[in-house]
């Protein structure tokens, strides 16, 4: 009975601990997002054409790794017995995701606008010490970052 208390209290600060993280690393997301809204980064096929005069243009980076906690590997072992959508694990996406973006965007502050960004992810599982994987992504943004004379 001892046993399962203990997992019990881990598991509920393990979830209290990493809801606290996660939410407040989407409130500063959210933060540096509305401080960058006036910087566009637009994706297209076609041909870009404008009279302005291109001063500058450069590849520009963003990556963000991030990882889960324990509680969504236990969540999410559920998931993977009964299938599903893996919850827990979109939100650890989208906040790599939307670091990442983030990251390249702040990189090129000084740019008018980034065209033709692109996204690349990877898992990052690998097994720690105990056989438990936790679940970590890795996502970096680029594009081209283009800035015009004045």
Wanted: glycine share 6%; charged share 25%.
């Amino acid at each position: 009975m001892g046993d399962l208390l203990l997992i019990i209290v881990i598991l509920g600060v393990t979830y209290a601990t990493g809801s606290i993280i996660e939410k407040n690393h989407f409130k500063k997301i959210r933060q540096r997002e509305i401080a960058l809204v006036k910087k566009p980064v637009v994706t297209f096929g076609k041909k870009l054409t404008t009279s302005k005069k291109i001063k500058n243009v450069e590849l520009v980076t963003g990556e963000a790794a991030i990882s889960g906690d324990y509680f969504k590997t236990f969540v999410s072992a559920f998931r993977n017995f009964f299938g599903g959508r893996m919850v827990s694990f979109e939100s650890i996406m989208d906040r790599a995701r939307r670091e990442a973006v983030l990251r390249m965007r702040e990189k090129a502050k000084n740019a008018d606008i980034i065209v033709n960004l692109r996204l690349e992810t990877a898992m990052l599982n690998t097994e720690d010490n105990n056989n438990n994987q936790l679940p970590k992504v890795s996502v970096i943004a680029y594009g081209t970052a283009i800035t015009y004379e004045r």
